[in-house]
């Protein structure tokens, strides 16, 4: 049972996956993550810091706030704000 959840982890890790870090802990079995990117700016050619928030699922309450982790794509939605997966922690 374990190498299948492995294996499907590995999938979804294959697919599209995202790094970012856990702000919020406090629902139950989900965690809010928030990636951070670079974006450029079409006249100016700066880069500018962006922040994105994305709700995703955390089955055994796991991850705490503060942990860097690695989502990966579901393929059909887990609720109405979920479509991410922790994956893994990173450190």
Known sequence: MASQELIKQKKVA????I???VISDKMQKTV?????SLKKHPLYH????????FKADNPNNLYKTGDEVVL???SKPISHDKRWSVIKKVN
């Open 19 to 21: 790094q970012g870090i």
């Open 32 to 36: 809010v993550v928030e990636v951070t």
């Open 14 to 17: 294959s697919l599209r996956s």
């Open 46 to 53: 700066k880069y500018i810091k962006t922040h994105k928030h």
């Open 72 to 74: 990966g794509a579901v």
